[in-house]
């Protein structure tokens, strides 16, 4: 419990065996003596300490007790302090009018009786602590209304006040930075008045008040729409708090949440969903085309396989061209160079010249699955079918039109053929639902298209012949198959359907599969299990991060790459040089770069 304030009282005689006398009446715990022989040595005490009572000799030299006191009367810092005269004469009416006068509380006789000195002192002891504790609550109080207007103050939240009229009595500085309104702009108005609410949500405030009042609600969320100063719309949430004394109501504090970026926000997340929907029923419908349409022109399944990974290849590279701008865009050579990692076309016997075009994203991903169909074409029936064949790609701009020219010469003698087959007919409708068009010569020097597609951005000169680039691992599939046979490859994957993939393609190849492993948990059993001599590993393990796992690998010198979905940048930061398959792969590819992992790395025993 803690102790309770010193109480100070002040005894003033000109007598030292009276102040030793009051001295030794008086003294207790949480109470001290002030003691002064005379008037000025009393004013000199008042001025250093705070007194609870005063006790004045009348008869003093000098400065009498009452001349003392009208002048602690006179001073602000002493003015309310009891005084009790103590006194050894009778006093007359007049002088005990003048006493009181000048602030005396009491009168004592000396000599004094003890019981009701003390008595008399305790009563004003009393009274001194329990203002003392007001004061100290008062100021506690001051400080936590402080501390509160201090946080409203602080506040992202606009707080407004409203009476039971519905008249605005609170207005914070968060609603003055919100809505840019000041207090004396706002108070005392009605809710339905204020511009920063427009009719209809004003006579809404109005209703959702009235209703809280009538059904005695405590508390309430609402939503309005309101304007700032400058007109701006926001869109706010409305935390409403009731008071009620009885039944009567004392006032309702509105706490409005601006939630306009939010709002904005949300309903962009409902767009960017529903194209994303859109987008991926149409690619699954294109996919289900391309199944069917592939399946129904190919001989068997050993020619239906590799037509159709490859449409669906190309279809996957130009989407991760769309997803590195957001699907703002493609540039035309980058669906070339797309073309090339694939593996279509030769980079040694394709050259191709032209202005920088940015493609939208329809026509992207038309083009490239046209480009693929154009190399499939030329590797099977054209110029690259033989030893001696090229191709160049040209295109430009005609007015709102890109024009692309492929034209093949050295290989094999051409003839229009004989039936229309799907690749032909995906050439020329992609095109035309794009409201261009694809136009085949079967000239004797070789095939030659011309294709268009409209166009209505500008164009950056490049060079005017680009050599072709494959830009990324050399094939050798047969020497990577002789170099991984009879090795042991992890598989840390958690999509079964992909996982038993990429099972089958390294078992064709020869290689003896450790798991596959779904889970890190799984993962980090096998890596620390025994022998592995390479991993494929997926970019996430159930949309955790694989960093560690990839850590553990490197850690154990186990040669290793990644199999995402995901670009570079969503990959774990410090492992740049371990090569990235993307998704959907090619079994092909699969098998490269697994012997190439072998090659450049040591087998870990």
């Known amino acids: 419990m803690p102790q309770p304030e010193t109480v100070k009282i002040l005894v003033v005689d000109d007598v030292e065996k009276n102040l030793i006398a009051m001295d030794a009446l008086l003294r207790r ?46 001073t602000e810092r002493t003015r309310r302090v009891p005084i009790i005269f103590v006194t050894a004469v009778a006093t007359d009416e007049r002088r005990r009018f003048r006493g009181y006068e000048a602030g005396a509380v009491d009168y004592l006789f000396k000599p004094v009786d003890p019981q009701i000195v003390r008595s008399k002192v305790d009563i004003f002891v009393e009274l001194a602590r329990q203002r003392l504790e007001i004061a100290r609550q008062r100021d506690q109080l001051a400080a936590a209304l402080g501390r509160i207007q201090a946080h409203s103050d602080n506040s992202p939240l606009a707080i407004v006040e409203f009476d039971a009229d519905l008249r605005v009595i609170g207005w914070s500085n968060g609603a003055e930075r919100l809505f840019g309104w000041s207090a004396g702009d706002v108070l005392g108005r009605r809710a339905a008045k204020l511009d920063w609410l427009d ?63 939010r709002k904005r926000a949300e309903a962009t997340q409902r767009l960017l969903i529903g194209e994303l929907n859109h987008r991926v029923k149409n690619t699954l419908a294109s996919v289900q085309a391309i199944a069917t349409q592939t399946l129904r022109h190919s001989a068997g399944p050993s020619d239906f396989a590799p037509t159709f990974i490859g449409r669906i290849h190309a279809l996957a590279r130009a989407h991760s061209l769309l997803s590195a701008t957001t699907w703002q865009g493609a540039r035309l050579r980058e669906l070339i160079e797309g073309q090339l990692q694939l593996g279509t076309i030769d980079p040694q016997r394709l050259s191709f010249a032209g202005p920088e075009i940015e493609l939208s994203p329809e026509p992207a991903l038309h083009l490239a699955l046209v480009l693929h169909e154009l190399g499939t074409n030329a590797n099977k029936y054209g110029a690259l079918s033989n030893e001696a064949g090229r191709v160049r790609l040209e295109w430009r701009l005609r007015g709102a039109m890109l024009e692309l020219e492929w034209a093949e010469t050295g290989g094999p003698a051409v003839a229009a053929p004989g039936r229309r087959g799907f690749g032909t007919a ?32 500008g164009a950056a000169e490049l060079p005017a012949d680009r050599p072709a680039d494959d830009g990324g691992w050399a094939r050798g599939a047969g020497a990577a198959r002789a ?65 560690a796992i990839a850590a553990a690998l490197d850690a154990r010198g186990v040669p290793f790459a990644f199999v995402s979905g995901y670009g570079r940048d969503h990959l774990p930061a410090g492992f740049a040089g371990v090569p990235a398959i993307g998704k959907p792969f090619d079994p092909v590819e699969i098998v490269e770069i697994a012997g190439a992992l072998l090659r450049g790395k040591a087998v870990l025993a």
Not at 501 to 507: D, G, S, V
């Open 29 to 74: 715990d949480g109470v001290e003596i002030l003691k002064a022989p005379s008037g000025p040595a009393a004013l000199e005490l008042l001025l250093r300490h705070e007194v609870a009572l005063a006790l004045l000799d009348v008869q003093m030299p000098g400065m009498d007790g009452y001349e003392l006191a009208e002048l602690m009367r006179g």
């Open 426 to 457: 995906l050439i020329e409708r992609s095109l035309k639902a794009e409201g261009g068009s694809a136009v085949a010569t079967f000239a004797p020097e070789g095939l030659r298209w011309i294709l268009t597609v409209p166009h209505s951005g």
């Open 199 to 261: 009719p209809a949500n004003g006579a809404a405030v109005e209703a959702v008040l009235g209703q809280m009042v009538e059904g005695h609600e405590l508390r309430r969320v609402e939503t309005l729409r309101a304007n700032d100063k400058s007109g701006a719309l926001l869109d706010c949430e409305c935390y409403c708090s009731a008071l009620f004394e009885g039944d009567r109501l004392v006032s309702v504090s509105v706490q409005i949440l601006d939630v306009t970026e």
């Open 483 to 547: 170099s991984i046979a009879g090795k042991r490859f992890a598989i840390i994957e958690d999509e079964p359907l992909v996982a038993l993939e990429l099972a089958a393609i390294l078992a064709d190849a020869g290689v003896e599969v450790v798991g596959p492993a779904a889970t890190a948990e799984h993962a980090r059993a096998i890596v620390e299990g025994g022998r592995i001599d390479g991993a494929l590993l997926d970019g996430n393990l159930q949309g955790a991060s694989v960093e």
